[in-house]
C-alpha cells in the first residue's frame, strides 16, 4: 500500500495492534473485575495493590515505569485507594518524590483479593492451555520492549 493511499476505514480495526491489544484487555479486565468483586476492588486496584506489595514502599516514578503509566494517571489512580485507606503516603528516601505504602487494611483487602486473582488466572490459563498461556505472556512482554525501544 502506498503512502498516498486512502485507507479505508473498515479495514483499520482487524488490523491494528492498539484496537486488538485494548479490546483483549478489557476483555480481560472485566473478567478479573467480576472475579475480584468479593474483595471490593477493582482489577486496575488489585494490580496497583500487589505493586505496593512487592516491595516496603514504592515512590510514584518507580510505579509508574514499572507500570508503564504516566504519573498523572497513576495518581489518579491511586486517589481512591488512599480514600478507601487501602494506602497511604510515606516519607521518601528522596523527598522531592512522592512515596506510597500498603496500610493495614490494604494487606487484608490484597489477602481476601489474591485467592480471587488465582482462581480468576487458573480459569483463563487453562481455558488457552499452558503453553499458549505462556507464549501469549512472553509476546506480550516482548512488546512492550519493542515498543518502548522505538
Given at each position: 500500500m502506498e503512502a498516498n493511499e486512502p485507507i479505508n476505514p473498515k479495514l483499520?480495526?482487524?488490523?491494528?495492534?492498539?484496537?486488538?491489544?485494548?479490546?483483549?484487555?478489557?476483555?480481560v479486565t472485566?473478567?478479573?473485575?467480576?472475579?475480584?468483586?468479593?474483595a471490593g476492588i477493582r482489577a486496575t486496584q488489585f494490580t496497583l495493590l500487589v505493586s505496593l506489595a512487592s516491595v516496603s514502599a514504592r515512590t510514584l516514578t518507580e510505579m509508574a515505569h514499572t507500570l508503564v503509566m504516566d504519573r498523572t494517571?497513576?495518581?489518579r489512580n491511586l486517589k481512591p485507594l488512599e480514600k478507601l485507606g487501602l494506602i497511604h503516603t510515606i516519607e521518601p528516601r528522596d523527598k522531592r518524590s512522592k512515596a506510597y505504602s500498603l496500610t493495614?487494611?490494604?494487606r487484608a483487602t490484597l489477602d481476601k483479593g489474591i485467592p480471587l486473582w488465582h482462581q480468576a488466572q487458573k480459569r483463563i490459563q487453562s481455558a488457552?492451555?499452558?503453553?499458549?498461556?505462556?507464549?501469549?505472556?512472553?509476546d506480550m512482554n516482548d512488546i512492550t520492549k519493542i515498543i518502548s525501544e522505538l
Open positions: 483499520i480495526n482487524p488490523k491494528c495492534s492498539c484496537f486488538n491489544l485494548r479490546k483483549a484487555t478489557r476483555a472485566q473478567f478479573y473485575d467480576h472475579q475480584l468483586e468479593p494517571t497513576l495518581t493495614e487494611q490494604g488457552l492451555t499452558d503453553e499458549r498461556f505462556e507464549r501469549i505472556l512472553k
